[in-house]
């Protein structure tokens, strides 16, 4: 029974922590969703310069806010908005006032003042001390600047600066997301300095706390604990630019806190709560003496001013010193109500170390009774758990509202009851986990199974139970598989790959099937005027487009964490140094904004550039490291190379490099409008539902319109013999007028880590965008892309809301490839979305055929969906 409990809060846990990167939403200055009376300010020059005219693009009043009279170095005039509730804001963007080209006043900087509760007003600083932040160089064009770090408040003061005395006016939007943990302080221990032997001095204070600092223990505020920014399994690694070994945690050592044992800390809520669970992101690396904690006492408060609860709720860990991965731990809290938490975390080893903390609770309160006694978890479960993290923990089933066994009825029978019900369960649910290690076991051995000299061998026994077709799921959500492996990459299961498969042309020696498509199915071969209504998934295009096996092209992949394009190995051999069309440009004209995501080599940067070719303003900047290999440098060469030859309207574009002296550097396009996954996933489809209540929406032939795009893209790449192997949504970036360009920035971003599958020894794949012979064999191909684009097209008219086979582990992903090949009628298909035309997924189950070359090349497909968008 403990074990079911910590199953459903393992899955709801895991959409409770904030991502700066995906929260970036304008808050309503622009829109009007902040209301007029929501913004005031210090003082205004006229009646139509009043602060309700301070929204960004808009050209209301005298077009902007104007504090009153001319604006002194000495002055601080603010402009004062109320968010409605707390809200975790990540940036900011200023205007001057324009109107209609009669204004000319703008600031030049500014400083930002914000407070939770509207009484004790906070001064924003960044990662490095300084409380003033750059804006705008003319009267016209919004500046948006990120806040490193971001702020949880409810009110935010804008303050002009200024270094002479000059009229300025501001128009402002804010960009954030709800701050639902509804957390308004913290409060522990300061942070240490570790200094190892042979390592650099690790300071892992909390550098952006905005609480108080007495006496060696931080009170009142929030910081580093609730940025967002989790650290890195090596806690001398920092994910921010110039941070200090260290950085990204609050770190304690055990005999440093009066040998006390434990590090104690207190959470202050916004209101009182039922809280159901605690996420500890917890650094492991032990062997240099960390550990995750090895249990956690937490005491409830119901009131600020009140009593503690007496009873705390404990949960004990099950302590790792196999991996030596960061990750998070998940407490269960029973649902016990309060506005006050305090928790004391007891020291498995020397050093402790925390880089975010978050809650989830219920909005209603429940009341519930302090505990007394607790039952622990049974040891003969701990194995059956050992793919959870921090498992094995005390729970009292008498603090759980879904059962009414409470030892206030003295009926017999109904105790009876109760207790047969109880025992039921747990058999049930003992059997359903040696289940489930049987089959995961079988899962693992599956695409061994597949490359036996026995085709007949199958990959499961249970491939009878999966169902043809996987109903939608509105939410875009983890797999129930999840709820036994966490979400967290460091708890992704290892595909144990045949080793053959770093040798293709091996097995189709071994196997000779695989390389020889079935007998064609009535598929013609010409594209004058395909029409996508008369395809149907066993009557496909025929692809022409020549194909390339793994073996026979040159893979530009892992410098800068990307998924860079593939093409065929003579074409790179035949590039010198002299084929590198794009101008040098001195690295000096690149500002810093952001990181955008790294890999084993080299790290993706967003920076603002000066004087670069076409006015580019924001670019993506991948950066070679000081310490990179010969091997990875020469790999970055030619990756500059190849990506100085694409030169397509819907193909991201090389700007400039960086390459006379070290580090090396590409600059390539940025699109403010972020990435087609994202933009999506905040839509819905146009209605007059939409329009009436100003949701931000797509129509139908935008959908279209956007297919036609990739497709083009796709065409272009296909056409010099390019190979993606990463085609989908996230690597889609738009522009204002919703251009698309095919990128490769998706692997290098966290936010979609849960997209790719590790594999042992081997790069992260896309598993639910790939091919059944890209997974089986290592084969990419033009055919796999076209593949790829089938799932890419289900996922834009899906609006991004749901990834791919979604109720599939991606286990079952894999063993679902095996079902492909052999061919029999027992795959999983993806479901038809209800925005999709039917002409237009029977298009999408021809990418998915089984045989490549009956798959519709790009060119077929751009042809088949173009008549269908309103030019």
């Given at each position: 029974m403990h074990l079911f409990f910590l199953l459903i809060l393992q899955v709801t846990a895991t959409s409770a922590q904030i991502d700066p990167v995906h929260c970036r939403s304008a808050l309503g200055m622009q829109d009007g969703r902040i209301k007029d009376h929501d913004i005031t300010a210090s003082s205004q020059w006229y009646e139509t310069t009043g602060p309700k005219y301070a929204r960004l693009n808009r050209e209301g009043g005298d077009g902007a806010w104007c504090p009153e009279g001319e604006l002194e170095p000495s002055d601080s005039q603010y402009l004062q908005v109320d968010l409605g509730q707390l809200t975790f804001v990540t940036v900011v963007g200023t205007q001057g006032r324009y109107a209609r080209s009669s204004g000319k006043e703008f600031a030049r900087a500014y400083r930002l003042n914000y407070s939770r509760d509207g009484t004790l007003w906070r001064t924003w600083k960044n990662r490095h001390g300084n409380p003033v932040m750059e804006a705008n160089s003319?009267?016209?064009?919004?500046?948006?600047?990120?806040?490193?770090?971001?702020?949880?408040?409810?009110?935010?003061?804008?303050?002009?600066?200024?270094?002479?005395?000059?009229?300025?006016?501001?128009?402002?939007?804010?960009?954030?997301?709800?701050?639902?943990?509804?957390?308004?302080?913290?409060?522990?221990?300061?942070?240490?300095?570790?200094?190892?032997?042979?390592?650099?001095?690790?300071?892992?204070?909390?550098?952006?706390?905005d609480g108080t600092h007495q006496r060696r223990r931080l009170s009142g505020g929030l910081g580093q604990l609730t940025d967002g920014v989790i650290g890195q399994d090596d806690f001398l690694l920092t994910r921010q630019y110039h941070g200090w070994p260290g950085y990204d945690y609050l770190g304690w050592r055990n005999d440093s806190l009066s040998t006390l044992g434990y590090v104690e800390m207190e959470f202050v809520f916004d209101r009182q709560r039922n809280f159901t669970s605690m996420k500890v992101h917890s650094n492991n690396m032990f062997s240099r003496g960390v550990k995750i904690f090895s249990s956690v006492s937490c005491w409830f408060k119901p009131r600020l001013q009140g009593g503690w609860g007496a009873g705390p709720v404990v949960f004990h860990t099950v302590l790792d010193d196999r991996n030596p991965s960061a990750r998070?731990?998940?407490?269960?809290?029973?649902?016990?109500?309060?506005?006050?938490?305090?928790?004391?975390?007891?020291?498995?080893?020397?050093?402790?170390?925390?880089?975010?903390?978050?809650?989830?609770?219920?909005?209603?309160?429940?009341?519930?009774?302090?505990?007394?006694?607790?039952t622990p978890l049974p040891p003969d479960l701990h194995s059956a758990m050992a793919t959870i993290p921090a498992t094995g923990r005390t729970f009292d089933l008498s603090s759980s509202p879904q059962y009414s066994c409470s030892p206030e009825h003295s009926n017999t029978p109904v105790l009876i009851g109760c207790l047969v019900t109880i025992i039921l369960l747990l058999v049930v649910i003992i059997f359903l986990i040696l289940w489930c290690q049987y089959v995961c076991k079988v899962l693992e051995k599956a695409p061994r199974q597949i490359l036996e000299e026995d085709l007949t061998v199958r990959l499961s026994s249970c491939s009878e139970t999966v169902a043809l077709q996987t109903p939608p799921v509105p939410p875009r959500a983890s797999p129930p598989s999840a709820t036994a492996v966490s979400s967290d990459s460091h708890y992704e299961r290892v595909f144990l790959l045949d080793?053959?498969?770093?040798?293709?042309?091996?097995?189709?020696?071994?196997?000779?099937?695989?390389?020889?498509?079935?007998?064609?199915?009535?598929?013609?071969?010409?594209?004058?005027?395909?029409?996508?209504?008369?395809?149907?998934?066993?009557?496909?295009?025929?692809?022409?487009?020549?194909?390339?096996?793994?073996?026979?092209?040159?893979?530009?992949?892992?410098?800068?964490?990307?998924?860079?394009?593939?093409?065929?190995?003579?074409?790179?051999?035949?590039?010198t140094r002299q084929d590198i069309s794009a101008a040098e440009v001195p690295r000096q004209r690149l500002v810093f904004r952001e990181k955008l995501g790294e890999g084993q080599f080299g790290e993706v940067h967003l920076c603002e550039g000066e004087g670069l070719p076409g006015g580019a303003v924001l670019v993506a900047v991948k950066q070679l490291r000081a310490d990179a290999t010969s091997q990875a440098r020469n790999d970055f060469l030619k990756e500059i190379k190849i990506m100085s030859r694409l030169s397509d309207p819907n193909i991201i574009q090389l700007l400039c490099v960086c390459v006379a002296s070290d580090p090396l550097c590409m600059v390539t396009e940025y699109m403010e409008n972020g990435d087609l996954n994202m933009f999506l996933s905040q839509r819905e489809i146009e209605s007059t539902l939409t329009h009436a209540n100003n949701i931000p929406s797509v129509s139908l032939s935008d959908l279209l319109h956007m297919s036609v795009q990739i497709s083009s893209g796709m065409k272009y790449l296909a056409s010099l013999n390019f190979v993606h192997r990463d085609l989908a949504t996230r690597n889609c970036l738009l522009d204002r007028r919703l251009t698309i360009k095919i990128a490769d920035f998706g692997m290098s971003r966290n936010l979609y880590s849960s997209d790719y599958y590790r594999i042992q020894g081997r790069a992260v794949l896309p598993i639910r965008w790939m091919a059944w012979e890209s997974i089986l064999l290592g084969k990419f191909t033009t055919a796999s892309d076209v593949w790829a684009f089938g799932v890419t097209l289900w996922e834009v008219f899906t609006l991004c809301k749901e990834q791919p086979y979604s109720l599939l582990s991606d286990q079952q992903v894999i063993h679902n490839t095996g079902e492909f090949f052999r061919n029999q009628g027992r795959q999983v298909l993806l479901y038809a979305p209800p925005l999709c035309p039917p002409s237009l997924f029977k298009l999408m189950m021809c990418c998915w055929g089984r045989d490549a070359d009956q798959r519709p090349s790009f060119e077929g497909l751009y042809q088949a969906l173009r008549p269908h968008v309103n030019q």
């Open positions: 003319d009267a016209y064009n919004p500046v948006i600047k990120d806040l490193h770090p971001p702020i949880i408040t409810q009110f935010v003061r804008i303050i002009p600066v200024t270094e002479l005395s000059a009229p300025v006016c501001m128009r402002v939007e804010l960009y954030g997301c709800p701050w639902e943990d509804g957390l308004v302080s913290y409060s522990s221990a300061e942070g240490q300095l570790m200094m190892p032997p042979g390592y650099p001095i690790a300071s892992l204070n909390d550098s952006i706390y998070y731990v998940t407490v269960p809290l029973g649902r016990r109500a309060g506005s006050t938490l305090r928790c004391r975390f007891t020291f498995a080893d020397v050093w402790m170390m925390f880089s975010e903390i978050s809650f989830l609770s219920e909005d209603t309160v429940l009341p519930t009774q302090p505990v007394s006694t607790t080793p053959q498969y770093q040798n293709p042309a091996a097995l189709r020696n071994k196997l000779p099937e695989l390389s020889q498509s079935a007998e064609t199915s009535g598929c013609g071969g010409g594209y004058a005027e395909p029409d996508i209504t008369q395809c149907t998934p066993h009557q496909c295009f025929h692809s022409n487009a020549p194909h390339y096996a793994e073996t026979d092209v040159v893979r530009l992949q892992g410098v800068t964490g990307s998924n860079m394009y593939a093409v065929p190995a003579l074409t790179v051999d035949s590039l």
